[in-house]
């Protein structure tokens, strides 16, 4: 029996306006596991009022206050972790280490937003003019609204909205249609449950093919101040013109296709263990997985009989069983993509390692060589265990590969000389680079966030308060003013 969940708006469950619903599928046995409410602009235009009205007294309210709210969202989520992980392995497919990593990375997010609580300060700044008193201050901004993916369901969900909350903001979430029972239904239970007073944070999603609608209806109303989006470049693209039309600020957190550089100094198990877990932790569906592997000549051969084998060895299959590494793609048309970019380099030259397998929706891990800079899987966002390796002269062709990409959001390079790897993190275009550790990592007190077509804005750390703070210029005069008229 599927289980039913309902949108969440002030302080209610309720049904979709139109009383639709949906059904969300397990991407791994293809059932049913939910039906879940469909939501309506109306029912979001609902939400945006009740996060209005919520406004005033949570703005109002004292940060030791909200930070206590947070501690106990905190302890909420320990005793909810089973369910969390339950849902998502049954509705996202991810394997239960993933799951487990998303609620740790969330429960150190509780934490980080209580410590933040009473970050937000201004400065008193010096003036020209006589008897000026001039002030900053940073007050929240208003209604915030978080657009999330279905790859990260629980932890890009909470961080569409905690920073947002915890500085004195009222939230709207909007989970991915793919996964609205742990990128959204059970978020909203985890701050009722803890506390959080009615209106501050509302959970609401579109039914399937609405996206769009829900996301100018977002960016056209007047009462939400602030837009943040993780999803992806293409999605990024439209909402950043909408945020022109509409005079909107919105952090963009968008797609990638980082590199990990592994150069001929490199500890090899480091180089292979690190790589590995980087690109294939969430079966590669990851915006800051592994995408692309530069590693130098002399240490290709060796790198690549390594990394095929730890590759090969990973258990392919159903995420509910404790010891698969890799569970299926999302969808049909994720499966399509990674099909079709694979393909697509074999049949212009690459070799297949390993893996370019799949069955229902799980692919195999698997490692292309002789890939080119100018195939699909080279330049595109493959988001699936996919991994072209090229190898390259030196370290100059390394950084001129990494480099010749659209995306910019994170880089790994391996290395045992520190200095090297600093001056080379220094050439890289992305927003994040990670020496010895592969691009993907991630704590909630860093300034998380990439260049180019990976999009702007930081959504973590202090930095996160820029996003989702007005930072106000106020001043008072101590003594009158001669004025020439
Ligand atoms: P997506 O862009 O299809 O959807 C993301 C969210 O936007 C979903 O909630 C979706 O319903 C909504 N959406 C879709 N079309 C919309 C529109 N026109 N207006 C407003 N909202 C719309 O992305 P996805 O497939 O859910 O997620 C995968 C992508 O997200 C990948 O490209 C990945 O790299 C990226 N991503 C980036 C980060 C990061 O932090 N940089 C993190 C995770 C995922």
Same mark, same amino acid.
């Given at each position: 029996m599927a289980q039913h969940h309902q949108l969440y708006v002030d302080g209610e469950w309720v049904d979709g306006a139109m009383g639709a619903t949906f059904d969300s599928y397990n991407p791994y046995t293809g059932e049913v596991f939910a039906r879940v409410a469909a939501g309506e602009v109306e029912d979001l235009n609902r939400a945006i009022a009740a996060a209005d009205a919520a406004l005033p007294a949570w703005a109002g309210s004292s940060p030791a206050y909200r930070a206590e709210l947070f501690l106990r969202a905190a302890n909420v989520l320990e005793e909810m972790r089973d369910e969390f992980v339950q849902t998502f392995v049954e509705e996202q497919g991810a394997a239960k280490f993933t799951c487990n990593f998303q609620v740790n990375f969330a429960g150190m997010l509780m934490r980080e937003a209580a410590a933040q609580a009473h970050d937000p300060i201004g400065q008193i700044l010096p003036s020209d003019t006589p008897g000026a008193f001039f002030m900053t201050k940073r007050q929240p901004a208003g209604v915030v609204a978080g657009i999330a993916p279905w790859n990260g369901p629980? +932890?890009? #969900? +909470?961080?569409?909205?905690? +920073?947002?909350?915890?500085?004195?903001?009222?939230?709207? +979430?909007?989970?991915?249609?793919?996964?609205?029972?742990? !990128? !959204?239904?059970?978020?909203?239970?985890?701050?009722?449950?803890?506390?959080?007073?009615? /209106?501050?944070?509302?959970?609401?999603?579109?039914?399937?093919?609405?996206? /769009?609608?829900?996301?100018?209806?977002?960016?056209?109303?007047?009462?939400v101040r602030r837009v943040n989006f993780t999803g992806s470049t293409d999605v990024g693209r439209e909402l950043g013109i909408l945020g022109g039309k509409y005079l909107k600020r919105v952090a963009l957190e968008l797609g990638g296709k980082d590199p990990c550089i592994i150069l001929r100094d490199a500890d090899m198990d480091t180089a292979v263990n690190a790589t590995c877990f980087g690109k294939f932790m969430g079966s590669g569906q990851g915006c800051m997985a592994v995408e692309r592997i530069i590693v130098e000549q002399p240490i290709g051969d060796e790198f690549i009989d390594r990394f095929v084998k730890k590759?090969?060895?990973?258990?392919? /299959?159903?995420?509910?069983?404790?010891?698969?590494?890799?569970?299926?793609?999302?969808?049909?048309? =994720?499966?399509?993509?990674?099909?079709? =970019?694979?393909?697509?380099?074999?049949?212009?030259?690459?070799?297949?390692?390993? #893996? !370019?397998?799949?069955?229902?929706?799980?692919?195999?891990?698997?490692?292309?060589?002789?890939?080119?800079?100018?195939?699909?899987?080279?330049?595109?966002?493959?988001?699936?265990?996919?991994?072209?390796?090229?190898?390259?002269?030196?370290?100059?062709?390394?950084?001129?590969?990494?480099?010749?990409?659209a995306y910019g959001l994170s880089c790994g390079i391996i290395t045992r000389d520190l200095q090297k790897g600093l001056a080379i993190a220094d050439r890289i275009e992305s927003g994040m680079v990670h020496i010895n550790e592969s691009s993907t990592a991630d704590e909630p007190h860093v300034p998380f966030g990439g260049v180019k077509d990976s999009g702007w804005g930081k959504m973590g750390g202090k930095q996160a308060a820029e996003e989702f703070t007005e930072l106000r210029w106020i001043t008072f005069q101590t003594s009158p003013r001669q004025y020439p008229l």
């Open positions: 629980l +932890l890009l #969900g +909470l961080r569409a909205v905690t +920073l947002p909350m915890v500085y004195g903001n009222t939230t709207i +979430l909007k989970p991915s249609s793919e996964t609205p029972v742990v !990128g !959204g239904a059970l978020i909203a239970k985890l701050f009722e449950r803890a506390g959080f007073p009615k /209106g501050v944070v509302n959970v609401v999603w579109n039914g399937p093919g609405k996206s /769009g609608e829900f996301g100018e209806a977002i960016m056209a109303h007047p009462r590759a090969s060895s990973l258990k392919v /299959g159903d995420p509910r069983e404790d010891d698969t590494g890799i569970g299926p793609l999302i969808n049909r048309r =994720q499966l399509e993509r990674v099909k079709t =970019q694979v393909e697509e380099a074999v049949r212009d030259g690459a070799k297949i390692m390993c #893996g !370019g397998r799949y069955e229902g929706l799980s692919y195999w891990p698997t490692v292309l060589t002789d890939v080119k800079r100018n195939m699909r899987v080279m330049r595109e966002e493959t988001f699936g265990p996919v991994a072209p390796v090229i190898v390259v002269k030196d370290v100059e062709e390394a950084i001129e590969v990494a480099n010749d990409n």
